[in-house]
């Protein structure tokens, strides 16, 4: 379904190459990383 | 330029609900960021009403205490979660890939994922109301010792902000992963327009800031059920540390709220002044100097809750310290439009009123950055008057301005001036005269959040409430205006404007489904 919305048999993708793609892991696992960490620290601050 | 569209085989537009349901189009899922945040506009718009009816005269008429302080807290809540936050990621979604040459977000599908939270969490948080105790009643700011007694309504609010919250994390993420790695060749960052790097600061804030809500009312979750005591004093705990750690997170919150619509102002006064943004450079400065000032300022908020005298110093000092690049800016606009061959178009109107609303509300947080003065100030009406007039008139004003301005963009059509021009004049007329006469009375000593008060305020009372009903009316002037715009109306040309910036005014209006499916270039 998802698939079919972003058109048909020559799938317009977002991205452009893999070069863009490996640029978007890699600004997406250094953000996730980053929220996770501060979110487990504004609790775990207060357990030490 | 180029002017570069999709072949037409791409542009078959999904029919039906399964089109809203499943799209991954930053166009779509921008509509449904812009209507949910309009609806949720008029719901909190409606529980102000009840506040402002209370509030007409001293004494209790209309509702019960308990739920009057509910109307203040929800109204808040979905005003800033539900209304001022999505809206502008609404904008973020339509205008950022058109403006930086992308053919969509860089996650389509997280993106899909971070509107379809929403609706589910402002329900839960209307139903709330409904549950026995009811809902919170603590304020926005949901303080302990209070929130660790309310009933079910308030694990219920706590679950909204985690999802509202989740949303906004995944939402920033996409902008960033989008703005960093999508960019058309040739657009540099120091090229980008100036909404799209006021966003790109303001996803950095709200990653650094919402995880620390989220443990916040994590921290309220576990006091509340789990046998902790972080916040409880029974336990050991400290009710001030929730509000450090709220106000770590809310300080950088409303800047969350202002640095976009400083964006779009920064978009709408240079094409109807007919000169280039001035001061592009310190634009970009000013606006990453007031994020980082906006994380070491927070305890302005508690001023008096009772800190060393270093410590109000020099959160006093800092605080000033943020009114520097909030001048910047301010000034930045005034020598856009100075000479220039000025037009008053309705988003140019609304422009010019939030250079000159903000700033009055600028100014009075200046007052109230004092710290003796603010022991005078805190926790008054004086508050209320300061942050509509940078909330309203900064934040809500500026959405108007983008919609208006993009509106012909989306839909293709010219909206209607004349009605256009009612609703700026009402809306503006009715602001101040609901707000600027709570200036007077939290000078004068009426506290916030109360359903009753002495005598004496009645008067600015009164007329606070006959603003507020000619503001909150006057909002249905913009649906029209939008039903009208998207029904039919004057065709819009590409440009819409006299030669405005910007790659989305290179693609027909409205534009095609899928844009930019061949990158332009940007010279
Ligand atoms: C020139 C910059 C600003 C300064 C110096 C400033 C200063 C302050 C101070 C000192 C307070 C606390 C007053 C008290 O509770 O006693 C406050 C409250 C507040 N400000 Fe500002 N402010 C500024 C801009 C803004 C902006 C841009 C926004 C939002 C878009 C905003 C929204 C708020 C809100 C919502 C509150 C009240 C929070 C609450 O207690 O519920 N302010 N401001
Ligand atoms: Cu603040």
Known sequence: MLLRQRCGESLMTAVANDAQKAGIRKTVTILVVFVVAVFTWSIVKYLL | ?523
């Open chain 2, 1 to 523: 330029m180029t002017t570069t569209v999709a072949d037409h085989h791409h542009d078959e537009v999904p029919k039906g609900i399964t089109r809203w349901l499943f799209t991954t189009n930053h166009k779509d899922i921008g509509t449904l960021y812009l209507w949910f945040s309009f609806i949720m506009f008029l719901v909190g718009g409606a529980m102000s009403l009840v506040i402002r009816a209370e509030l007409f005269q001293p004494g209790l008429q209309v509702v019960d205490p308990h739920f009057f302080n509910q109307m203040t807290t929800v109204h808040a809540l979905i005003m800033v979660f539900g209304a001022v936050m999505p809206g502008f990621v609404g904008f973020a979604n339509w205008m950022i890939p058109m403006m930086i040459g992308a053919p969509d977000m860089a996650l389509p599908r997280l993106n899909n994922w971070s509107f379809w939270l929403l609706p589910p969490a402002a329900l839960l948080l209307v139903i709330s109301l409904f549950v026995p105790g009811g809902g919170p009643a603590s304020g926005w700011t949901l303080y302990p010792p209070l929130t660790i007694q309310g009933g079910m309504g308030m694990d219920f609010t706590i679950f909204t902000v985690h999802i509202l919250g989740m949303s906004s994390i995944l939402g920033s993420i996409n902008i960033i992963a989008t703005i960093l790695n999508m960019r058309a060749p040739g657009m540099t960052l120091m090229k980008m327009p100036l909404f799209v790097w006021t966003w790109l600061i303001t996803a950095f804030l709200l990653l650094a800031a919402i995880p620390v809500l989220a443990g916040a009312v994590t921290m309220l979750l576990t006091d509340r059920h789990f046998g902790t005591a972080f916040f409880d004093p029974a336990g050991g705990g400290d009710p001030a540390l929730f509000q450090h750690i709220f106000w770590f997170f809310g300080h950088p919150e409303v800047y969350i709220l202002i640095l976009p619509a400083f964006g779009v102002i920064s978009q709408v006064i240079p094409t109807f002044s007919r000169k280039p943004l001035f001061g592009y450079t310190s634009m970009v400065f000013a606006s990453a100097a007031i994020a980082f000032l906006s994380f070491i300022v927070w305890a302005h908020h508690m001023y008096t809750v009772g800190m060393p005298l270093s410590g109000e110093l020099f959160f006093m000092y800092a605080t000033m310290l943020i009114a520097i690049p909030t001048g910047v800016k301010i000034f930045n606009w005034l020598a856009t439009m100075w000479r220039g061959s000025l037009t008053f178009e309705t988003p140019m109107l609304f422009a010019v009123s939030v250079v000159c609303l903000f700033t009055m509300g600028g100014l009075t947080g200046l007052m109230m950055s004092i710290t003796p003065a603010d022991f005078q100030y805190h926790d008054t009406y004086y508050i209320v008057a300061h942050f509509h007039y940078t909330i309203f008139a900064g934040s809500v004003l500026s959405m108007f301005a983008g919609i208006y301005y993009w509106l012909p963009k989306w839909t293709g059509h010219m909206y209607d001036e004349t009605l256009g021009k009612w609703h700026f004049w009402l809306t503006v007329i009715g602001f101040n005269v609901t707000f600027f006469p709570q200036h007077f009375l939290g000078l004068a000593g009426m506290p916030r959040r109360i359903p009753d008060y002495a005598l004496q305020f009645t008067e600015f009372n009164q007329i606070s409430t006959i603003g507020s009903l000619v503001m909150g009316f006057a909002q249905l002037i913009l649906l029209v205006v939008v039903v009208k715009a998207i029904r039919g109306g004057k065709k819009a040309s590409a440009e819409v404007w006299e030669n405005p910036e910007g790659l989305e005014w290179s693609l027909p209006s409205p534009p095609p489904y899928h844009t930019f499916a061949t990158a332009p270039e940007v010279r």
